[in-house]
């Protein structure tokens, strides 16, 4: 197997001195390798036993090592300083001497003319040194670029003339300390002409047929005009999902160091290339005056793609004209109100079937909620690539439209699996839908519409080497389905007040090589042998540099303690694409041992010629011979055989939920979930994945409603008093992870496959098996047993508003 011998098998929290001596009276030490060598624990998730036959089914991972060597599994490098708050991030960069602190201010109205900006009383406050506004930007006032693989339309800096959204920058005020600089923001006025009414909700707009026309998406496959005609049954209905936010833990950071030749910039951001762009085009200077850095980002998801150019133009902006280092730091309530979020739809589908289940043909008119710029319609084109999801329909009839807003919100970003997330709750309600209508618990028909190898998926594509029912047999076994749908029914016929429901949620999720590749640079010091790597992906808690060290570590031969894995670096790394879309952990991983490959082979002769060497007198002797220690390789992705995705990955999950019907409050009792990840470059961090992307997705499904003011077209819910994501109640009580064995991936890198992302969508079953149990309690306590639409995200609120009981109903 090919990765089985990626890392060397000592364990790094055993082998580091710094991990043994730094943390506090090796308490913190105790306790992550206490939790590492509990991994088989059922409370968390369970390793697969990747050396046992298929005939044997899955395996919990036991300590073994005889058969499970450690050297597969292993926690993040970066897990003890993140654990113990050592861990540094943009905003724990020292302060410099006479560095700024920018703050900006924001529009409070969502349509209108600017009419003038005073902020003649904020600058006679102690401490408030500038004040800038579009009048003060040398170059371009423009964040964006087009001409990449993303052809975004110019989002200005700061707005000149019109206001598109309430909480768009209007300016930026610098002062020697925040709070100064947050008093300061606070002090300027601004006159505005002409202030229109926002149109805020997807429905208005769609009533208005305000419409990005030159932007529709439509696919057809199959001939569905002709498949009504054969079908026994149909059902229609319509599908709401609202915006969600990122909610990453470090909110949009940027520090600009003015030096002797240029600007140092320090960046939270997923995509390296465009805030170095949006840096130097905001002063009018070339690249090279810019150094940009890129430390570990406290999470992403998304969010931290485009918007943080803003920050880079605006902090580079404020050093430039100040000649001072600026930090511009959000907090949670402004970072909330300007940057944009995950689009909110509406679908409406009909759906054409059999009376056995099969689903012939399906019709769907899909509308999202684009902001006041059109560059929201990649998000509907990502949607229909994922629409099929799991399942096999010969016919669609798919129309997409960009909505846009009349400039009252801002433009919608990328969010974590930004396709898949509508498209899984999609296609997932008609499935439940189609079930409820013939009787049918919804896991025999989704079963029997599932994709199977050698089918074709919606783009005509072959699926080879699909293992989606192969997942789904093996889950639906380890889960025990047959036996707990049993008890849930003895549960809910004891059980008034409360019902419980159990469902099961599959994921083909296609997965797609972004951007031209990643390269990286791999350094062997001579004087000790020590390894430097610098790549161009970011570290956002995916556990990148692990996997990065992890190769190169399997290359040389060395300890992994000999490796280091440094911050991106623009000089060292340019032209970087985004890191997303989950491929990114291992195509820089084969980009860093491409590099250490070629290192290996220039060591060789003096290897050959002197084999008695360690491994530090080695690097001394090839240096001497005149032997250059540094290689840069790039990764570059090739997709011309692959139009649409590289390869899929397939998983699949049960999760059972008990709903308290005078309430609507939940509980996830158990969740199961059955992943193919080829031959995981690390099971730990793939496992950590899953259940990051799963708790993401009970997020936007059930739990994070995002409200405006309909008046004045400001974000109501801008902090955690009224905008909640996910916390400990809400994480299932039982969950088992349990990864598929010998599957080796084609056509990934090292046999692997992308597991970022997939996850997400599996989490459509504890809203889909919340709405089952409100279904049971409608049916017995009212005697009606019809379907309830999908409106997520399918909060308490809604929950116990479903059931619609009534002073009737409590008197009985």
């Known amino acids: 197997m090919i990765k089985d011998e990626l890392v060397p098998s000592e364990n790094p929290l055993e082998s580091s001195p710094k991990y043994r001596k730094d943390l506090a009276g090796g308490l913190l030490y105790k306790v992550l390798l206490s939790l590492y060598k509990s991994t088989s624990s059922k409370s968390r998730s369970c390793l697969v036993d990747l050396h046992r036959p298929l005939s044997s089914g899955l395996q919990t991972y036991q300590e073994k090592p005889s058969e499970f060597p450690m050297k597969k599994a292993m926690p993040k490098l970066e897990g003890p300083v993140q654990a113990s708050g050592e861990a540094v991030f943009v905003n724990d960069l020292p302060r410099f001497q006479r560095e700024l602190y920018a703050v900006f201010t924001l529009a409070d109205v969502a349509s209108a003319t600017i009419k003038s900006i005073d902020a003649s009383e904020a600058l006679k406050l102690p401490g408030v040194t500038h004040f800038l506004t579009a009048d003060d930007i040398i170059g371009e006032n423009n964040y964006m670029f087009a001409g990449h693989m993303f052809d975004i339309p110019q989002h200005e800096v700061f707005a000149s003339r ?197 689903v012939q043909v399906v019709d769907i008119d899909y509308a999202i909620d684009a902001g006041f710029n059109e560059h929201g319609h990649i998000y509907v084109s990502d949607c229909a690539t994922y629409l099929d999801m799991s399942y096999y329909v010969p016919n669609w009839n798919w129309v997409g439209r960009t909505m846009k807003m009349k400039t009252n919100k801002k433009t919608v970003q990328p969010t974590r699996a930004p396709g898949a997330v509508p498209a899984a709750l999609i296609i997932e309600t008609i499935m439940e839908h189609v079930a409820k209508t013939l009787n049918k618990h919804p896991i025999q028909v989704k079963e029997l519409n599932l994709y199977q190898n050698g089918h074709r998926d919606i783009y005509g594509h072959v699926l080879q080497n699909c293992n989606l029912m192969e997942v789904w047999r093996r889950l639906k076994d380890v889960a025990e389905v047959d036996t707990r749908l049993n008890q849930v029914d003895v549960f809910n016929q004891d059980n008034t007040w409360r019902k419980r429901a159990i469902t099961l949620t599959p994921c083909k999720h296609g997965i797609l090589y972004l951007g031209p590749g ?14 430097v790597i610098t790549q161009g992906g970011v570290e956002m808690g995916q556990g990148l540099y692990t996997k990065v060290a992890q190769g190169v570590a399997h290359v040389l031969g060395v300890p992994l303690e000999n490796i280091r894995v440094r911050p991106l670096q623009s000089i060292s790394s340019p032209n970087s694409t985004l890191t997303a879309a989950s491929i990114t ?132 819910s801008d902090g955690t008093w009224n905008y909640k994501p996910p916390t400990t109640k809400d994480i299932p009580i039982d969950w088992r992870i349990h990864l598929l064995p010998d599957t080796p991936n084609p056509s990934g ?64």
């Not at 606070?186 to 026309?213: A, G, N």
């Not at 050959?608 to 005149?626: H, I, N, R, T, V």
């Not at 098996?769 to 279904?775: G, L, M, P, S």
């Open 162 to 358: 019109e206001v598109f959204y309430n909480g768009q920058p209007l300016g930026l005020i610098l002062a020697e300390t925040q709070a100064a600089a947050l008093e300061g923001a606070k002090h300027v006025k601004v006159t505005y002409s002409e202030i229109r009414r926002p149109i805020i909700s997807l429905e208005e707009s769609l009533e208005k047929e305000m419409e990005f026309k030159h932007v529709r998406k439509t696919v057809v496959v199959g001939t569905p005009t002709e498949a009504w005609n054969i079908v026994d049954q149909m059902v229609e209905g319509t599908v709401r999902m609202g915006s969600q936010y990122h909610f990453y833990m470090e909110t949009q950071v940027s520090l600009a160091v003015p030096s002797e030749d240029g600007i140092d910039l320090y960046s939270s951001t997923q995509f390296s290339d465009i805030c170095h762009h949006a840096a130097a085009q905001v002063i009018g200077k070339p690249l090279n005056f810019i150094n940009l850095t890129v430390p570990r980002l406290g999470g992403a998801f998304g969010g931290k793609t485009f918007d943080p150019a803003l920050l880079s133009a605006a902090a580079t902006l404020a050093a430039y004209v100040s000649d001072r280092p600026v930090r511009l730091n959000l907090d949670l309530a402004s970072n909330m109100r300007i940057f944009g979020k995950r689009p909110a739809f509406i679908a409406k589908y009909k759906a054409g079937f059999n009376n056995d289940g099969h």
């Open 518 to 531: 990643f390269g990286a640079t791999v350094s062997i010091f001579c004087r000790d042998g020590s390894v």
């Open 585 to 716: 952990s291992e195509s820089a991983m084969q980009a860093a041992i491409d590099a250490a490959q070629t290192l290996k082979e220039r060591m060789r002769p003096i290897r050959e010629k002197f084999p008695d060497l360690d491994w530090s007198e080695l690097c001394l002797k090839c240096d001497a011979s005149g032997v250059d220690l540094s290689v840069r390789c790039f990764n570059k992705h090739k997709l011309d055989d692959h139009p649409t995705f590289n390869y899929n990955t397939y998983c699949t999950a049960a999760t059972e939920t008990e709903v308290d019907v005078l309430t609507g409050q939940s509980q996830i009792r158990r969740v199961d979930i059955v992943a193919d990840y080829g031959e995981s470059l690390n099971p730990v961090i793939d496992i950590g994945q899953t259940e990051g992307a799963y708790i993401m997705g009970l997020g936007g499904y059930m739990l994070e409603e995002t409200k405006f003011d309909m008046e004045t077209g400001r974000i109501l």
């Open 749 to 812: 890198v090292r046999s692997a496959k992308a597991c970022g992302e997939p996850g997400i969508s599996l989490s459509t079953g504890a809203l889909l098996a919340n709405k089952q149990a409100v279904e049971y309690a409608r049916h017995e306590l009212l005697g009606v047993s019809d379907f309830i639409p999908v409106d997520a995200p399918f909060t308490p609120e809604k929950t116990q508003q479903g059931v619609g009981l009534d002073e009737s109903v409590l008197l009985l």
